[in-house]
Nanobody, 116 residues
Framework: QVQLVESGGGLVQPGGSLRLSCAAS????????MSWYRQAPGKERELVAT????????NYADSVKGRFTISRDNAKNTVYLQMIRLTPEDTAVYYC?????????WGQGTQVTVSS
């Protein structure tokens, strides 16, 4: 079965950096686009970034452009989200996501808290 397992969240000061990882299994990772979403308290889940199957194209939410970078290692079945210049507005649970065979899969999420 499809499994997505996020890691790398934590508490960071404003202006700091974090790298999130999502280890995928149960499907042909290199054949599917991968995305990161986030959900802040009291807000709807929002799309943060998407990367195509081979990594040739990436898209970002306007709020993170220039600060976040999505990447993937198809040999390791892992997708990453490098985050720099973090602000308190980036505080949220971050989820890994993929859609395979018309089914949507989510990881359990990893908490990112930006606070001094």
């Amino acid at each position: 079965q499809v499994q997505l397992v996020e890691s790398g969240g934590g508490l960071v000061q404003p202006g700091g950096s974090l790298r999130l990882s999502c280890a995928a299994s149960g499907f042909t990772f290199s054949s599917y686009a991968m995305s990161w979403y986030r959900q802040a308290p009291g807000k709807e889940r929002e799309l943060v970034a998407t990367i195509t199957s081979a990594g040739g194209s990436r898209n970002y939410a306007d709020s993170v452009k220039g600060r976040f970078t999505i990447s993937r290692d198809n040999a390791k079945n892992t997708v990453y989200l490098q985050m720099i210049r973090l602000t308190p507005e980036d505080t949220a649970v971050y989820y890994c996501n993929t859609v395979t065979n018309r089914r949507t899969y989510w990881g359990q999420g990893t908490q990112v808290t930006v606070s001094s």
